[in-house]
């Protein structure tokens, strides 16, 4: 369903003279971080270390590190060969191998690299794992797609249900049948797995380190509330969840990324300058928005310069919000460490009911004062895209702002049609125009 | 009664799209209330010792044009959202006072918010379940959460739900859920005495009619179908699996079983007999359906299944039980339950040896052409080559 890309990913510019992105020093600092974890991964068999595969959404990273367990997320492994233009041929080979046409190319993706030889998306393997940390956060496919793992690798598997927030409320009862399986099931299973003995005051100082990444995050996020913003928190903010959402959360690395990251977005913001674009700085910004959805994976650089060669800002986005909803105020707390790994499983963006999802997008029009929504509705992705165009109805309705809808996929470059994005964009950026034009006759009428 | 009438009384049920039958009873008695429910559990215990009528809401069908419902959602979205929100919208649903929407799939999941969104004066639940079934977790999980429905139904109906009107819905569920079973245990030895298209009508009578005079009408549809001679075709005995949420067009399963199939089990309707077994009568009956629901329920793709080595092993059992020779896949489009879980099911039944054929519906396809060729051409194969 989600997941993050990472600076090493990201594809030279298409120009006549090719020219390296411009990179700073966080995104070499991330670039590290990912190409570290892959090598855990690609040595922990020789080194004696196991493996566990967990989700983004729901991820418990502070607890698998507990136990000395090298996290994987097949997510990012389906995003990471998006972006490498791979995850096509991955996909048509899990259709060969009887999966439906129909169904989340997440999962194709994943088992077609499994049916392939399980190679990474960086030419190296991927271990089997010795665990499936089935964390069904705001996601049916979750559970499908580790069942089809289960039956791959006949490994343990695990399962952490978080009830769905269908009534846009925390209960007791969510919250402590989480911990109960935590405490029963989860932890026993991983002690179990990696032969190491739980200890929570291990968890508590994982959980202090993740919070005070929390904080430079959402900071960072909420520096797109300045004009010009200084950052994209769209296409930019896909890196910036980066360490947060996978493999980093509650590590000193983690830790130092956002430290870096908000250096130089304060840098940015007191020279008043814009988001950092594949092709440099963004010198002006002419539009700014709010997206619902995740993005395309497979032409990223494409999907994102159809944005900055328009002026287009994205300030605020709700896929960086399915890791953990930081913005609206969680934080991991040391001092609860079960309770607070349930709360944040339970606050993930997709768990939240289609409600709360609104409240939240109405919420960053305002406070972001964004011209308008776009919706980039996934054809993988139900858990996202159902209820999305009545989203968009009851957001023109509450704000007046217009907003409209695109259609793409994550990993599935069949469904990404360039020609028929740009020009929804254009009609949009369009709309958009006339809609201050508007504004400004009714307020020129106003004052005679 | 024979077998005719009941079955023209269930048509007559089915097609009816403006819930005529569960409007009359509710204008019945002044205060009474309709809780509507999606596929594919609900208590309905629940609604009924609240007092109100439990109904089943299973699309549009192929009978009802969907003009508003498909401006809610995607191409690639299943269809019963969309018949759903159309039903919602053009006021057939206007006198349902409460909307059920269980824990299946990510559609129907987001479709209780907005239902929450357009109906506002509709009390709109998502109903969970736990996936975990170990009685001091998952277990208590669901008493609590049963607790939740069981008061937000009593202030819907305007009377506490009781442990005593409680009891007296589950044995009035109990027995409906036997003469159900009993139907299908029937059509399972004498298929070509109770036809498919029948009791899949029957079956959906179920979602309508007051659970009483529904298991009055299976009793009598029993006796009817024991005593009417009807010829014994040399077809090929076949289960239905995957098509437990939108339902097929009813012209689909007549053409399953005029290709040469007797259907001897399906999941098409599970909310019937989901409770394989009585729940229990004495002591806590909300502990009495949590356990239930842990220890004692049918399996489908939207529950987990903790254990690999049993993983599909119903579906085997089913075939099994029911002497049945073949598997047939019948799943909506774009139904991720169904379509997900398939390979997984396919692998345990091809190291059964239990053949099977594919395909995908929505519950307004019209041609089955193709469809009958294909039932048919499987039907064929099986008689022409099984080793049986």
């Not at chain 1, 020219?19 to 570290?36: D, H, N, T, W, Y």
């Not at chain 1, 092709?279 to 999907?303: A, Q």
């Not at chain 2, 009528?53 to 959202?81: F, K, N, T």
């Not at chain 2, 959460?145 to 409680?166: A, I, T």
Request: hydrophobic share 40%.
């Amino acid at each position: 369903m989600t997941a993050t890309a990472t600076a090493a990913a990201r594809p030279a510019p298409k120009t006549a003279a090719p020219r390296e992105a411009i990179k700073e020093p966080s995104m070499v600092k991330q670039k590290e971080m990912i190409a570290g974890n892959y090598e855990k991964l690609a040595t922990a068999k020789a080194m004696g270390r196991k493996v566990a595969s967990t989700f983004v959404p729901g991820n418990l990273n502070e607890l698998i590190m507990c136990f000395d367990l090298v996290n994987n997320l097949p997510e990012i492994n389906a995003i990471q060969n998006g972006l490498r233009k791979k995850s096509g041929q991955l996909i048509v080979e899990a259709e060969k191998r009887g999966q439906s046409e129909d169904v989340c190319t997440y999962v194709k993706s994943d088992l077609g690299m499994l049916a392939k030889g399980n190679i990474g998306p960086d030419g190296r393997p991927i271990p089997s794992p010795d665990v499936l940390l089935l964390s069904y956060t705001g996601c049916f496919t979750f559970m499908k797609w580790f069942e089809l793992l289960r039956e791959q690798y006949k490994c343990e598997t695990v399962m952490l249900h978080v009830p769905y927030e269908g009534e846009g409320k925390v209960t007791e009862n969510m919250r402590a049948y989480i911990v109960k399986q935590l405490r029963e099931d989860v932890i026993p299973t991983l002690e179990r797995v990696s032969g190491v003995k739980f200890d929570i005051d291990r968890l508590r100082e994982y959980l202090r380190e993740s919070a005070r990444a929390e904080e430079d995050l959402v900071w960072t996020l909420e520096s797109a509330k300045h004009k010009p913003s200084p950052i994209d928190a769209y296409f930019g903010g896909v890196y910036y969840i980066g360490p947060i959402f996978t493999a980093f959360r509650g590590t000193p690395d983690a830790t130092e990324y956002y430290r870096l990251l908000r250096q130089e977005v304060q840098q940015r913001l007191d020279a008043g300058q814009g988001p950092v674009t594949p092709e440099g700085e963004l010198s002006k910004e002419k539009y700014r928005l709010v997206v619902e959805g995740p993005p395309n994976y497979t032409s990223f650089r494409d999907f994102w310069k159809m944005f900055y060669d328009e002026g287009a800002v994205v300030v605020a986005s709700t896929y960086t919000k399915v890791g953990g909803t930081y913005d609206l105020g969680f934080r991991h707390d040391p001092d609860h460490p079960l309770e607070s790994l349930a709360e944040y499983c339970l606050g993930c963006y997709t768990n939240r009911n289609l409600p709360g999802r609104i409240d939240m997008i109405e919420k960053y029009l305002n406070e972001y004062e964004a011209d308008g929504l776009l919706v980039n509705s996934i054809k993988s992705c139900n858990s996202f895209s159902a209820g999305q165009l009545l989203m968009l109805r009851e957001i023109e309705r509450r704000t007046g702002k217009p907003a409209a809808f695109i259609e793409t996929d994550l990993v599935d470059p069949r469904y990404f049609s360039p020609a028929n994005v740009k020009n929804r964009l254009e009609s949009y950026f369009q709309m958009v125009e006339q809609k201050r034009r508007g504004a400004g006759v009714a307020a020129a009428a106003a004052v005679h | 009664m024979s077998t005719s009438d009941i079955v023209a009384r269930c048509t007559g049920l089915f097609e009816d799209l403006n819930f005529v039958y569960a409007r009359e009873w509710k204008a019945a008695r002044p205060g009474r209330k309709v809780v509507g429910y999606m596929p594919f559990y609900v208590p309905r215990e629940l609604i009924h010792a609240a007092g109100a009528l439990p109904m089943g809401v299973l699309g549009g069908g192929d009978q009802l044009e969907v003009i508003h419902g498909d401006a809610y959602y995607q191409s690639y979205i299943c269809r019963i959202p969309r018949s759903t929100v159309e039903l919602g919208v053009t006021g057939r649903l206007d006198f349902v006072d409460g909307m059920l929407f269980p824990s299946i799939c990510d559609v129907i999941r987001n479709l209780s918010g907005m239902w929450k969104i357009m109906f506002p004066k509709t009390m709109a639940r998502y109903v969970d379940v736990p996936q975990n079934f170990r009685d001091d977790v998952g277990g208590e999980f669901y008493v609590n959460e049963l607790n939740e429905l069981r008061k937000d139904l009593g202030e819907l109906c305007g009377r506490p739900v009781d442990d005593e009107s409680l009891r007296h819905s589950i044995a009035l569920y109990n027995e409906n859920r036997r003469l159900v079973r009993e139907v299908y245990a029937f059509r399972a030895a004498a298929p070509w005495k109770a036809p498919s298209s029948e009791v899949y009508l029957l079956m959906r009578a179920g979602m309508v009619l007051a659970v009483e005079e529904h298991s009055r009408m299976l009793g009598e549809y029993l006796e009817a179908a024991l005593a009417e001679n009807r010829p014994r075709r040399d077809n090929t005995r076949i289960v239905i699996t995957g098509a437990f949420c939108e339902q097929p067009p009813l012209s689909l399963i007549k053409s399953v079983e005029l290709a040469g199939c007797y259907i001897v089990d399906d999941d098409f309707m599970l909310v019937n007999r989901w409770e394989k077994a009585n729940v229990p009568l004495e002591g806590d009956p909300i502990r009495n359906l949590a356990c239930t629901y842990l220890h004692g329920s049918m399996s489908t793709s939207a529950k987990y299944e903790p254990d690999l080595s049993k993983k599909g092993l119903y579906l085997v059992d089913s075939v099994r039980r029911n002497r049945a020779e073949g598997v047939i896949f019948m799943a909506p489009s774009f139904c991720d339950p169904a379509l997900l879980e398939r390979p997984m099911l396919q692998n345990v039944l091809a190291a059964h040896g239990v053949p099977f054929i594919a395909f995908k519906y929505a519950e307004n396809s019209g041609q089955m052409a193709p469809i009958r060729e294909q039932a048919g051409t499987f039907a064929d194969s099986i008689k022409l080559w099984s080793e049986a």
